[in-house]
């Protein structure tokens, strides 16, 4: 009977461990294959058997090469795609993730109050069965060192093994690079260890010094305030300004001046949403941003945050959360509505005509929705109390999202008050979402799905714009919005030239 304390040959234990990681973390890979081939036909039959095949011989050969250089390097990165595996595995079981470039960035722009909100005794189960007892038997296992022929014998009977089964596959390529996407994304550990490699490449090309844009001018001395306010996760069917059956928006159906647009947004994830809110155009270079290009054009520019993932903002007003609530002694502290608390009196105390404030909340991010709103904003019950969405039902958990929609409809009717306040100032509000949200339908959950793949619950955001009297402007009649209107858009009601302002993308005219 084998003990840890017997040696094991080289081979067998490298398939032992490429079985196990095959059978461990590769349910979500094999529910994508079964629901998208015909399981039933002969062909269909043999692309499963050969990526099945594939995928246990490309990781026994990856596996047999790092034991072979070293067995202690070997063994430590065998632990760690274990431990990995089994923490990706449970974010992609639960919420039905796919693990591509853009979910790396996302992850590694998560801070710390994010990540623990996904915190769960089922996810300390799955490290524990998945990632520690496996690890502990590649640690604590010997294995025979292999001579270099017996090796490069081994390595070449492999690979020509796997050659083969890719040269008889070749009438299934096109189904193969078609569901490439999702199929890399699924397979362990290789969707997180190539999209992070491809995450730092490309992090590394970018600019490391934003592109100025050209000089603009401002026309005018009339004083004039806008604020963006920039949503989190939400979604446009869930608003009822758009038709939604359940009243999630009581005070802004009641707001004059009030005007709402379609709009998609152009990527799943914060990061790249909160870009695009800010970019004067589709671009992945890293440009000036809105509030950076305002403020060294002599704009009072202040931002406001309870959130994290924007581009590098060179304000001197920069406002994090813990600054707000350090300076904050009310209830709503602890939530959103600490963006507004002392703003109108900092707005008061500029000296500058023109006024941009930029306001990054967190409202609608999950799991933990019931968190992000004050209790007297529990309209829908019951509500969702666990962070493994799948196990709340639908209705619990599409209540508990429609009370933050609530609270942000509460949000911004409050600015929209204060801003009637300063009469001297002809105002503005915007609100746009970095991306939507997916709330279990076809089994996804959140958001960060790849955009060449996303449902429409993941991109399709609200675009929702108030205007003052004051400011003797109206809204023009536009369909479906993009969130790069955003920026040529504040230009025009600020009334700054610019050789980069583009008429066609701005939504106000004078009345």
């Avoid at 009641?254 to 949403?273: I, P």
Wanted: glycine share 4%; charged share 20%; proline share 3%.
């Amino acid at each position: 009977m084998f003990t840890l304390k017997n040696n094991f040959k080289i081979l067998p234990f490298i398939l032992i461990i490429s079985c196990l990681n095959f059978l461990f973390f590769h349910i979500p890979f094999f529910n994508f294959v079964f629901e998208n081939i015909n399981y039933k036909s002969l062909s269909g039959f043999f692309v499963i058997t050969s990526l099945v095949v594939l995928m246990i011989l490309l990781n026994a050969f990856v596996f047999f090469l790092l034991l072979f250089l070293s067995q202690r390097i070997g063994k430590f990165i065998l632990v760690l795609f274990f431990l990995f595996n089994s923490i990706a595995f449970y974010f992609v079981s639960t919420y039905g993730i796919i693990i591509d470039e853009s979910m790396i960035g996302n992850v590694l722009n998560t801070n710390y109050e994010e990540s623990s909100s996904y915190f769960s005794l089922k996810l300390v189960l799955y490290l524990i069965f998945l990632g520690v007892l496996p690890s502990y038997l590649i640690v604590k296992s010997k294995i025979e060192s292999v001579s270099l022929k017996q090796f490069s014998i081994l390595s070449s009977l492999t690979l020509l093994s796997a050659l083969f089964l890719v040269f008889v596959n070749a009438s299934n390529w096109l189904w193969i690079d078609k569901n490439s996407k999702k199929l890399g994304g699924l397979a362990m550990p290789w969707s997180y260890v190539v999209n992070t490699s491809l995450f730092y490449i490309h992090q590394h090309k970018k600019n490391e010094k934003e592109i100025l844009l050209p000089d603009a001018k401002i026309k005018d001395n009339e004083k004039a305030i806008v604020v963006l306010i920039i949503g989190e996760s939400a979604r446009r069917q869930n608003f009822s300004l758009y038709g939604y059956s359940k009243n999630t928006n009581p005070l802004l159906s009641k707001t004059q001046n009030l005007f709402h647009f379609d709009a998609n947004s152009s990527a799943t994830y914060t990061t790249a949403g909160v870009k695009s809110i800010l970019d004067h155009k589709e671009t992945n270079d890293l440009y000036e941003i809105l509030p950076n290009y305002l403020y060294r054009n002599d704009v009072e520019v202040i931002w406001r945050t309870t959130n994290w993932g924007e581009p590098p903002v060179h304000v001197k007003n920069y406002q994090n959360k813990k600054y707000l609530q350090a300076n904050c002694k009310e209830d709503y502290c602890g939530y959103d509505e600490v963006l507004l608390n002392g703003l109108k009196e900092q707005v008061l105390a500029s000296k500058k005509n023109k006024i941009l404030i930029v306001l990054h909340t967190s409202t609608s991010h999950g799991p933990s929705y019931y968190k992000k709103y004050p209790v007297q904003f529990e309209h829908f019950t019951p509500v969702c109390k666990s962070v493994e969405l799948s196990n709340c039902s639908k209705v619990e958990l599409i209540n508990a999202y429609d009370n933050s929609i609530v609270y942000t409809d509460y949000i911004l009717y409050k600015t929209i008050e204060s801003l009637k306040q300063l009469n001297s100032y002809k105002s503005t509000m915007l609100f746009v979402s970095d991306h939507g949200e997916s709330l279990g339908e076809n089994n996804l959950y959140m958001h960060g799905i790849p955009m060449s793949i996303a449902p429409k619950e993941q991109y399709e955001i609200p675009f929702i714009v108030w205007v003052s009297d004051a400011s003797k402007m109206k809204v023009k009649k536009m369909d479906n919005l993009s969130q790069y209107h955003v920026f040529h858009s504040v230009l025009h009601f600020l009334n700054i030239e610019s050789p980069i302002y583009k008429e066609d993308m701005n939504i106000f005219e004078y009345k």
